[in-house]
């Protein structure tokens, strides 16, 4: 063997190692652009390729998508991660009639699922490259060899194209024809490159299909009850904002200075914060959505509106009864006095109505008296179509009073009210809308996030999403739920994502229950509730010190809540 045959086995060898190379690099690569770019690149080493383009097939439209083109000589390199789009248009594989387009060598190899290999372009006369020449004309270049490659799925379906230009001798610059090795080193490439190009989209097929499910969760939540869609959608933008502003942050502890996240993390935490409430789902939409004390699937103060209604017809009708049978029995009626003290009867029904619709609403505090009243209130007594009679304020569901060891007239403190689980109970919840029993039935969402996330299989970069989102409940001093976790046993993700939680809650203004809430007064709660060891006081200081509320503000917040904010004034405000 002479020296030039030894040339030539070991630039073979080193091919060979390069192709190895190649086929680990590729499988390894999760950049869809960068794939692309990577094996263009690598046939053009491969065979000393002075171009080449690649095509990716669009099956629905049946046409192939110019995806990377590359000239070295001329300095093109256009598509992938160069930032310069292709202009030319798609190369369709069949013609209008449905006809195959057996004239351009990139849809022929493609259709016909062969390799073509032209020595020069300028002697053939099966394709069309008049495109070719104008280019060559323009660019003061010369295309001669070509080597179109198709690349197929396993299953034989076409996937793209790979197309190399001008095959160069390194040492003197000559162009050649590709040599049969070389066109067997690409088309072996091509097989390796088409399978990480198919496990690239089947993993992102995968990735859309889970996104997918994700979004159809919050979309069903949304339908069950669109005063928590919004909710579910805008935690985990306001937990991401203040997971990105940790990362930039360079003060405080430690494990803030050094926290960080790569694209695996993010997605995860985004994942999390989708699916934070999830167990939602399972939550009565009634409860969920329980404007006020008495609204179960409808608003009952009406119902009690008609009792009271109903008391004033009976009082009037029992009125006029009595004149009737005054003037029958020829005996004095004073319908003066008597009138006088019917209005006035009237008058304290619908002082006591009012009274009743202002409890039914709910708020912030309800007294002791205001709940003694409501017990007063209930005492009367009203006649309903079949002649019985009931309370005004019924002390269970379904009006059921033997049921229960106390009736309405008997109640003589709080103690006593305990006892009853209707209309009396609810007018006389101390603070918001809901029952004791009510608020643990939603405070079950987050047993019923964590049993649903913690059942599916995660693939390894998913693995914290259970803990993430069903940590958003708990408090720093453990007096959280559900499994009343401390600061030091929840990750950062975990603690930013109670605090997008919060923030979110407190300035939403799509809640049945309550009126959006101006800024200044949701970061003076919010400073609050660092103060009472709620939330993460680290976390906290990068919310205010990072703008992340102002950030959040300007995207979801009204008009009318951006008002005057003054940090410095915060409770549980810390200067850097």
């Known amino acids: 063997m002479n020296s030039l045959e030894n040339a030539d086995v070991y630039d073979l060898l080193n091919r060979l190692k390069k192709l190895n190379t190649v086929g680990v690099a590729l499988s390894s690569e999760k950049n869809s ?24 097939y669009d099956r629905d439209q049946d046409l192939l998508k110019f995806e990377i083109m590359m000239t070295d000589t001329l300095g093109i390199h256009k598509g992938g991660t160069s930032g310069e ?9 069949h013609d209008a009639q449905g006809l195959p387009n057996m004239h351009m060598v990139a849809a022929c190899a493609a259709i016909t699922k062969s390799t073509i290999n032209i020595p020069d372009a300028y002697q053939e006369d099966r394709f069309e490259f008049s495109g070719m020449r104008k280019f060559d004309e323009a660019m003061n270049y010369r295309s001669v060899s070509f080597l179109t490659v198709p690349m197929t799925d396993h299953q ?50 995968q990735k859309i299909l889970f996104e997918a499910f994700i979004k159809l969760i919050a979309r ?12 579910c959608s805008r ?65 009952r103060i009406h119902l009690v509106d008609l009792r009271f209604e109903t008391l004033k017809r009976d009082a009037e009708i029992d009125l006029l009864k009595q004149q009737v049978a005054a003037l029958k029995n020829h005996q004095d009626f004073n319908e003066k006095d008597q009138r006088e003290a019917f209005n006035d009867y ?34 009367r007594r009203w006649r309903s179509a079949d002649g019985q009679e009931h309370p005004l304020l019924f002390e269970d569901e379904l009006c059921e009073s033997l049921f229960y060891p106390c009736k309405p007239h008997e109640v003589r403190d709080t103690e006593d009210l305990r006892k009853f689980k209707g209309e009396v109970e609810n007018l006389c919840i101390p603070k918001g809308t809901l029952r004791d029993k009510e608020r643990k039935h939603i405070n079950y969402h987050i047993n019923a996030t964590i049993n649903m996330l913690e059942t599916l299989p995660y693939p390894k970069h998913l693995a ?33 994502m109670g605090i997008a939680d919060v923030f979110e809650a407190l300035t939403a203004g799509d809640r049945p229950y309550k009126r959006a809430m101006p800024l200044s007064t949701a970061l003076t709660i919010l400073g609050r509730m660092k103060q009472d060891h709620h939330i993460d006081p680290e976390l906290f200081n990068v919310f205010i010190h990072e703008k992340v509320y102002e950030e959040y503000a300007r995207q979801y917040l009204q008009e009318e809540q951006m008002d005057e904010v003054d940090i410095t004034q915060l409770p549980g405000y810390e200067a850097r």
């Open 346 to 379: 009237c008058k304290t029904l619908d002082e006591e109505r009012e009274f009743i619709r202002k409890a039914n609403i709910g708020g912030e505090f309800m007294s002791e008296e205001d709940r003694q009243t409501v017990c007063r209130i209930a005492q």
């Open 85 to 93: 789009n292709i202009s030319l248009p798609p190369i369709a594989l």
């Open 33 to 56: 652009h960068r794939l692309l770019e990577r094996i263009l690149e690598a046939a053009k080493t491969l065979t000393y390729a002075d171009g080449g383009t690649l095509y990716t």
């Open 464 to 496: 914290r999403v259970p803990e993430f989102a069903g940590g958003h409940h708990e408090r720093m001093d453990g007096k959280g739920y559900p499994k009343g976790l401390k600061r030091e046993e929840m990750s950062v993700q975990a603690r930013a």
């Open 235 to 299: 935690v985990p933008v306001l937990t991401m904002m203040l997971a990105e502003a940790a990362v930039r942050a360079n003060y405080g502890s430690e494990e803030i200075r050094h926290f960080d996240m790569n694209e695996d993390d993010r997605y995860e935490l985004w994942v999390a914060g989708m699916l934070h409430d999830c167990g939602k789902i399972t939550t009565k939409e009634y409860v969920v959505d329980k404007g006020t004390k008495l609204e179960t699937i409808f608003d």
């Open 220 to 231: 069903a939540i949304d339908d069950k009850s669109p005063y928590t869609g919004g909710h």
């Open 156 to 205: 034989n379906e076409i996937i793209g194209v790979l197309q190399l230009l001008n095959a160069t001798e390194p040492n003197s610059g000559h162009i050649h024809p590709f040599t049969g090795w070389e066109q067997e080193l690409v088309e072996s490439l091509a097989s390796q490159a088409a399978m990480a190009l198919v496990n690239q989209r089947f993993v992102e097929e």
